[in-house]
């Protein structure tokens, strides 16, 4: 049962007002990562590659704020002044915050139409994160310190503030999802967010202060009262327009911004040039309208490499003129698959009136689903003769979906045995070099692997068609042309000759000579993204940069350098254990040293293998279902459940066990005797034993990942479900450890601020490197398998250096 805060105030604060405020700053900073992620993704073309470094950033920030505010919570006299004063600044930065990503490339002078080097990213990202997470991190152990004395036990109470954040932050992740991201832009959002916290700080600021120093909770509360005031005026309105306005002459300076919505699923802009508009999702470019001319030449193209289609699915975009051109084969029908239908409802008063009638032409049907999702679930088996995949290149996650092998099996369920599959990505018309040949090329082989017959067109664009059946596609000119003819076509922006001027002979040969020739190219997979791999180092070539030497190399190694790696760095930590000991006379002091320190880096290995299995998670999510963008607040809300639910757990085990950690006074911390110490120790092993046991189960859990995500690919249905479970185990897992690792800390440093620092910064600064590693390098280059057995590996070392340090210093006391 809680009970008030032991203060050093005359006045004590409800603990009920204390935890909702604790509650608040978790809901406040889930809901802040969300759009922070949101924000960027607009700003790098929806690359999730920002996931990694976005998390990675946050993380960092959290872990050196944790620290700093560590160590210096003895300087201040009131630990409340300061969580306050922390809070406030936290609700100032966000705003400015959100403004500063919007311009950050024309702060960057990132030219139109270019992706951003992958360096300036990674500085750019840690310049704008950090300061908003390093504060999130600060209050954490002055955070412990407003509850102090709310549990019998020391280090229950940071397990208090851990799991009331944890609970917030649930609670922020449901309430974006389900209602704030539909409904406000992100300013408002803000608005609410402050409003919340300022009402919380002026109750506590009542509570905690005498009466002579209550004038201070007119600070929030007039603060509280502007949050009123700009609800209700038009103000917050007026900062999203501009700033978003600003994001978009950023990426479109010629372009006029006609209109922009935000969905679930992405964020929608629309431009004008001229009598042209273009579409760009997230920040990338997605199609133009009307553009009949270019998509003539695609539909045509696309539909005489069948002698006779019937049935069409058609997959990405269909607006600018190109559903239109299809209409004028013979068809019967024709499945339009597009995921969001606010993009069709923001573009419909754009449209040209042919597009508008060929929406609702009878043979016209529009599915609002994952296109990927559609393919596997839909029951029209062997039913399409052309599967046509219209969607951008392979620059994302998100888009990499659509060219593996699994997908073009799961094609091959719903094509006619003489049905073709069109897909298509840049290229270059006279050279293909080593990055794009293999960006490019990977295609090439991964449709070998499933179609028997593979074309490819030259050009700026690379058309590729598969097909199982012999003589069904061709680049013969004749043919083509006389497939042409015999429907009847009459179009105002395509005749047969043109197949003349994008098919000529001798730069098909080329194309075809030098993709076939190539021995080095990779077969992409759902599980290994090998195309996202390579368009990431055809991006960083692009943009000028150095590391795709660097990325090469790592993918050549392969699993074993990170092995060899983990491997060292634990041999090496043992190998310090003994070397310190065999030189130290305190030898019972030491033993707790070298515990405490080894929790610490137990602590930063869980943390790196929980967000590790997130983003793992999140990556298989997006490859059932497509849409990362909606849930992504739920996902971060079950993962951070589960945290609360694991450190309830722990903090369960902790007081059923016994060993309270009272804290101890300057006095009672001078009476210490040696006997104490070997005392403490032999405490702190007993939690040890417990954190052995769990980095087991974490190890076991990371092998055992893969192969459950593989059986709910086959069941898609269901895999939200079973995705979603997997991420709170996860985040249960993560959360078991933390107050244990705690209670190792307090027992030998009865410094509650210090101990709360400590294990906080060892937790994010773990999630900070399995975030960069994951999302940048592990997934890339080692795909799920790959990287669940290096977090299996991490997790079960860190056993081995545990059980050492228990084996080890139990021996030295008997000597």
């Known amino acids: 049962m809680l009970r008030p805060c032991n203060l050093t105030m005359h006045n004590k604060a409800s603990p009920i007002f204390t935890c909702l405020c604790l509650a608040a700053i978790g809901c406040y900073a889930t809901i802040a990562q969300v759009i922070l992620i949101r924000e960027f993704l607009n700003i790098f073309y929806g690359n999730e590659l920002c996931l990694g470094i976005v998390f990675g950033a946050w993380f960092f920030g959290i872990a050196t704020g944790a620290f700093a505010g560590a160590k210096l919570e003895h300087t201040f006299k009131n630990p409340i002044a300061v969580f306050t004063v922390a809070l406030l600044v936290m609700c100032a930065a966000f705003p400015i915050q959100i403004v500063s990503i919007r311009g950050v490339r024309s702060f960057l002078h990132v030219g139109i139409g270019e992706y951003v080097p992958l360096i300036s990213l990674l500085l750019s990202s840690f310049g704008l994160i950090i300061p908003f997470s390093f504060i999130i991190g600060f209050i954490f152990p002055f955070s412990s310190l407003v509850v102090r004395g709310t549990t019998r036990d020391a280090a229950l109470d940071v397990g208090v503030v851990y799991i009331v954040e944890s609970m917030g932050s649930l609670i922020g992740g449901l309430l974006f999802s389900f209602y704030l ?6 300013f408002k959002i803000i608005t609410i967010l402050n409003g919340i916290i300022f009402c919380f700080l002026t109750i506590i600021t009542l509570s905690l202060y005498e009466r002579k120093k209550r004038w201070y909770c007119y600070i929030p509360l007039g603060l509280l009262l502007v949050m009123i005031v700009l609800w ?30 935000e969905t679930k699923y992405q964020h929608i802009d629309i431009g004008k040039q001229a009598d042209q508009y273009s579409i760009y999702l997230n920040g990338q470019y997605g199609g133009a309208f009307p553009n009949e001319y270019e998509y003539a030449q695609i539909a045509h193209l696309m539909m005489t490499q069948h002698p006779l289609p019937k049935h069409v699915l058609l997959i990405g975009s269909g607006l600018g003129g190109l559903i239109s051109e299809i209409l004028l084969h013979p068809i019967e029908t024709l499945d339009y698959v597009e995921l969001d239908r606010n993009l069709l409802i923001t573009a419909d008063k754009y449209l040209m009136a042919s597009d508008r009638q060929s929406l609702s032409d009878k043979r016209v049907t529009i599915f609002h689903q994952d296109g990927r999702y559609y393919v596997k679930n839909t029951p029209k088996k062997h039913y399409y003769d052309m599967v046509l995949i219209n969607t951008p290149d392979p620059s994302t996650a998100f888009l990499n979906r659509f060219y593996t092998r699994e997908f073009f099996k799961e094609a091959q369920t719903i094509l006619k045995p003489d049905g073709v599959l069109a897909a298509s990505v840049s290229s270059a018309v006279t050279y293909i070099g080593k990055e794009v040949g293999s960006y490019t090329g990977s295609l090439y082989r991964t449709l070998h692997e499933t179609f028997r017959n593979v074309l490819v067109t030259p050009g700026q664009t690379n058309f590729y068609f598969g097909c199982n059946q012999e003589n069904v596609i061709t680049f013969g000119l004749e043919t083509l042309m006389e497939r042409y003819r015999q429907r009847h076509i009459k179009s105002a922006y395509f005749t047969e000759y043109l197949f003349y001027t994008f098919l000529q002979p001798e730069q098909v040969e080329f194309i075809e000579s030098q993709l076939s020739q190539r021995k080095d190219l990779l077969i992409n997979t759902d599980a290994k993204p090998v195309t996202y791999f390579l368009n990431l180092i055809l991006w960083d070539s692009l943009t000028g940069g150095h590391l795709h030497g660097l990325f090469y190399g790592l993918e050549k190694t392969g699993l074993m350098l990170f092995l060899v790696l983990i491997i060292m760095v634990f041999a090496g930590r043992i190998l310090c254990m003994v070397l310190k000991q065999s030189k130290s006379q305190q030898k019972n002091i030491d033993h707790t040293i070298q515990l405490k320190t080894n929790g610490l880096i137990t602590l930063a290995t869980t ?74 120790g032999l405490n702190s092993r007993r939690w040890v034993k417990i954190l052995i046991v769990l980095q087991g189960v974490i190890g076991v859990y990371a092998l055992i990942l893969p192969f459950i995500i593989s059986i709910l690919y086959f069941y898609s249905t269901i895999a939200e479900i079973g995705l979603i479970f997997l991420i709170g185990i996860a985040g249960i897992l993560t959360g078991l450890e933390f107050p244990l690792v705690n209670k190792i800390f307090i027992q030998s440093r009865r410094d509650i601020a210090m101990s709360a ?18 999302g940048v390098i592990l997934l890339p280059i080692l795909g799920v398998l790959g990287t669940c057995i290096i977090l299996a590996v991490l997790n079960i070392s860190s056993l081995v250096l545990l059980a050492f340090s228990i084996t080890w210093s139990k021996n030295k006391l008997k000597v």
């Open 181 to 186: 991201v539909s409904r406000f832009h992100p």
């Open 232 to 261: 209700f005026s038009s103000i917050t309105d007026k900062v999203e327009e501009s700033s978003a306005k600003r994001r978009w002459y950023t990426l479109n300076p010629h372009i006029e911004l006609i209109t922009s919505s």
């Open 607 to 680: 943390g790196f293998t929980g967000i590790a299995l997130e983003i793992v998670i999140l990556y298989a999510f997006q490859n059932i279902y497509g849409y990362i963008y909606e849930r992504m607040g739920v996902i971060v809300a079950v993962f951070m459940v589960g945290l609360a639910l694991g450190g309830y757990i722990s903090n369960k085990i902790i007081l059923k066990t016994g060993g309270r950690s009272r804290l101890l006074t300057a006095t009672d911390n001078k009476m210490k005797s040696q006997q104490g110490q070997s005392q403490t």
């Open 757 to 774: 620092g400590a294990t906080d910064s060892a937790d994010h600064v773990g999630a900070f490197f399995g975030a960069m590693l994951t």
